[in-house]
């Protein structure tokens, strides 16, 4: 009886213990190795943790993993230009339009209030960001009301903003960057909200009585970004004088953190109080800081167009069909109707009157028809789009299969001195196939420089050769070689006329090849296309430079931490 006893009691203190271990909580973070907790009240205000909703406003999580890049169906225009190779994405986030004109609106009055075309060192920026109203221009066809009203009247505001080259949706990219993470800190009160309050006049120098906020600067100098004379942050030495108070009349206790704040201490142990509310309140809005917007990579938007971890029977890396392939509704009242704006035939862009298939000859609102298995909009028609990627007919899956991605340019913004250089009048431009110019960055902004370029590696041409010396003169010394000679593409080379306009000269010379590193990779149908665009894995290219009617973008930004949405329990054996 007493051995039951004893046996009892046995099973019933190991059963307590399991429990108390299966209840105990486990974190994915390691303790500290100072003792100081991130945002301790006496502390420095130090913030390791990450936000969890990272995604921008208007974006979609895509949660990444392993799918086959390319062509899986029949080959049927013999390309040869989109082979399949298997490919890791990493999570990433992408909008879940297309950029609509009033998207873009936004981003031209911006630059127009803070960078006044009417200044002499300012007046190519606006022009240059303009769209190309005149891509919708045929001499064969009476278009001009898309011309002058497609981008202009409100009645199009929803609709994908086309006529923007890749240049000028990198800039858009880098712009959308800056505001967003600006209003986090805003309504964190870290920024003047008071910010955008201008005294208007009719002269252009109120263009420059407020700073601009740009994020990458804010990372690099903090609130120091443009000297103690500037009022673009939040002054905020009455709520530090309010809160020491208060802590003054309740005899706590503290120490002076990182970042000041009032020097008076309590008689008790003397020690300082921290109540720096500007430190705070900037440590708390950069652990909810958004990641850099930019273009999406081809591998990234090709994956979420296929939408392959949504709605699948099981793992299936290739081969998946999606119900836009399909091209026509199966059921119901809408049964033949089509479930993109693409074009049907030659000479028929949305059906027949009385009876329209898609309803629209050109494009359509960017939420008009289903989004994907995502929820993202517009990835099977509507519009093309631009992604990052320099164009090559070959994807170099020996070279990485892991994000891939040709185009890096790594560049620095510290220089030798150790302090960032800022842009000022001194704008540096690129040059438009039209003679306008696209400001590469705005005064105010940190200058980067390009300290290596990798567009061309592993490429096949003169200089992705075995041999280590092919670019080496017979005295020993290194010579430049013309990276696009192997291609023999043409060139664009520009003169100023007279009257000051910059007109593009032809190239009548010789070419073999129209291949460069200014051709960027286009994915994606249009309301100008055929069915055979519609599968995510086709590929084409068009200059930097250059835009169309039926060439919009879409922005993406990295996840920072995990790739994973967070839905799962952790992994493996603790």
């Excluded at 006049?201 to 990458?216: G, I, L, T, V, W």
């Excluded at 953190?257 to 003397?270: F, L, M, P, V, Y």
């Excluded at 949305?350 to 990835?379: C, R």
């Excluded at 842009?423 to 200058?447: K, W």
């Amino acid at each position: 009886m007493k051995m039951n006893k004893i046996a009892i009691l046995t099973t019933l203190s190991i059963s307590l213990l399991a429990l108390s271990s299966c209840g105990k909580k486990t974190s994915d973070h390691a303790d500290s190795l100072t003792g100081w907790e991130d945002n301790e009240e006496t502390g420095w205000y130090f913030s390791g943790d990450k936000d969890p909703g990272q995604g921008g406003p208007g974006m979609v999580f895509v949660e990444g993993g392993t799918f086959t890049k390319g062509q899986t169906k029949d080959n049927v225009m013999h390309d040869w230009n989109n082979t399949p190779s298997r490919q890791q994405v990493r999570s990433f986030y992408i909008s879940e339009t297309e950029v609509t004109n009033r998207d873009y609106k936004m981003y031209l009055a911006w630059l127009r209030l803070f960078f006044d075309p009417r200044i002499e060192d300012y007046k190519e920026i606006y022009k240059g960001a303009l769209p190309d109203t005149m891509v919708w221009r045929n001499k064969l066809a009476s278009q001009e009301l898309f011309v002058e009203n497609y981008f202009r009247d409100p009645a199009f505001d929803y609709y994908p903003i086309v006529g923007v080259n890749w240049l000028q949706a990198n800039n858009y990219a880098e712009w959308l960057t800056d505001r967003v993470n600006e209003k986090k800190l805003m309504d964190e009160g870290v920024i003047d909200k008071d910010m955008y309050v201008f005294e208007w006049s009719d002269s252009a120098e109120f263009s420059n009585s407020k700073p601009a906020f740009f994020h990458k600067r804010y990372k690099e100098m903090g609130t120091n970004m443009f000297g103690e004379e500037s009022n673009i942050f939040t002054d905020h030495k009455e709520a530090n004088e309010s809160a020491e108070k208060a802590a003054a009349s309740s005899g706590k206790k503290g120490f002076l953190g990182i970042g000041g704040g009032s020097k008076k201490h309590t008689k008790a142990g003397g020690a300082y109080k921290t109540y720096n509310q500007k430190w705070k309140a900037m440590a708390k809005a950069n652990s909810k800081a958004i990641a850099p917007y930019r273009l999406p990579t081809e591998g990234e938007w090709e994956y979420a167009a296929l939408a392959l971890m949504e709605n699948r029977e099981y793992n299936r890396y290739k081969g998946k069909v999606i119900p836009e392939k399909e091209l026509r509704q199966k059921k119901g009242k809408a049964r033949g109707d089509f479930m993109a704006n693409i074009k049907r035939g030659r000479g028929d862009y949305s059906g027949i009157g009385g009876w329209q298939n898609d309803g629209y000859a050109i494009t359509s609102p960017v939420k008009k028809f289903k989004p994907n298995d995502l929820g993202i909009y517009g990835m099977f028609g509507n519009v093309a789009e631009w992604t990052a990627d320099v164009y090559r007919p070959i994807i170099d899956d020996e070279a990485s299969d892991f994000n891939y991605y040709r185009g890096n340019t790594f560049k620095k913004t510290i220089r030798e001195d150790g302090m960032v250089d800022i842009v000022g009048v001194d704008i540096q431009y690129d040059t438009l196939d039209d003679g306008r110019m696209v400001y590469r960055a705005l005064p105010g902004q940190v200058r980067e420089e390009v300290y290596e370029d990798a567009k061309n590696y592993r490429d096949g041409d003169f200089q992705s050769l075995l041999d280590p010396y092919q670019n080496i003169d017979e005295e020993g010394n290194e010579v430049a070689v013309d990276t696009d000679s192997e291609f023999n593409s043409p060139k664009r080379e520009f003169i100023v006329t007279e009257d000051g306009r910059v007109v593009l000269q032809k190239d009548n010379t010789d070419v073999t090849t129209d291949m460069s590193d200014e051709n960027r990779v286009i994915k994606g149908g249009s309301w100008n296309d055929r069915a055979y665009w519609m599968d995510p894995a086709q590929r084409r290219y068009m200059l930097e430079t250059e835009s169309a009617s039926w060439l919009g973008f879409r922005v993406a930004h990295d996840k920072m931490g995990s790739d994973a949405s967070g839905s799962r329990s952790t992994r493996g054996v603790r």
